[in-house]
């Protein structure tokens, strides 16, 4: 039997995703946001959750904070085609409100699925929700984002070794720009590890 490719497998989450009623936030979605980019990215960036134009268009960081992603990318040197970009749930909270943990938890299977197939070398969560989740679901000690942002986190997969990466987010950003040197800088680190040039 021919094993599906990570296209289908990826078509299939999205199929399912489309039709999760798991939890409340399918009630007012548009467009869920499965995730987009290359599905043999070493690279996974994880935000938090869709915003208003993320759902309208069912795409991952389109918006304000998706600009300013693209240019960090751009300054360090990381093609956003050549990287996989997601979220920790796939539907957008009302009024962009933070996701709840149930929330976070009845999507973590979408999550696993997306993460087994592109089977990344380094995770990178941004922001509070999103590293909270990975700090968890890999029983380290759950820590604030301004206490472990750029600090490289080796944790075992099942497809391997990983180092987890925390950021912070892009929207955090937007709101203190003072902090945008500090992710330009763990950026820079990040992209180290993605392809090779940094050690724990
Ligand atoms: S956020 Fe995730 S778990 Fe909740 S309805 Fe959407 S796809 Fe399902």
């Known amino acids: 039997m021919v094993e599906a490719s990570k296209k289908e497998k990826l078509e299939e989450v999205a199929e ?3 039709s999760c ?12 946001v499965v995730g987009g980019g290359s599905l043999d ?26 600009k300013l992603l693209d240019q960090i990318l ?6 956003r085609d050549e990287i996989f970009i997601t979220n920790v749930v796939k539907c957008r909270p009302p009024g962009n409100r933070r ?10 299977r979408h999550m696993a699925a997306i993460l087994g197939i592109v089977a990344p070398k380094v995770i990178a969560p941004m922001g509070n929700s999103s590293t909270g989740y990975f700090m968890k679901r890999f ?8 206490d472990v942002h750029g600090r490289p986190f080796p944790v075992e997969t099942d497809w391997g070794s ?6 912070y987010h892009p929207a955090a950003v ?8 500090e992710l330009l800088v763990d950026f820079q680190r990040l992209k180290g590890f993605v392809y090779g040039t940094s050690s724990n």
């Not at 996701?99 to 973590?108: D, N, T």
């Not at 937007?174 to 040197?181: C, F, K, S, T, V």
């Open 16 to 18: 399912e995703v489309r």
């Open 21 to 32: 009623t798991c939890c409340r936030l399918c009630e007012e979605r548009e467009n869920p």
């Open 41 to 66: 990215s070493p690279l996974v960036l994880v935000g938090e959750a869709p915003g208003r134009r993320e759902d309208e268009q069912g795409k991952p960081f389109v918006g304000s904070a998706g």
């Open 74 to 79: 751009k300054k360090v040197g990381i093609q």
């Open 99 to 108: 996701p709840r943990a149930q929330e976070v938890e009845a999507c973590s």
């Open 139 to 146: 029983g380290l000690r759950r820590s604030n984002i301004s």
């Open 162 to 167: 990983v180092v987890l990466f925390p950021l």
């Open 174 to 181: 937007l709101y203190n720009r003072g902090l945008e040197a």
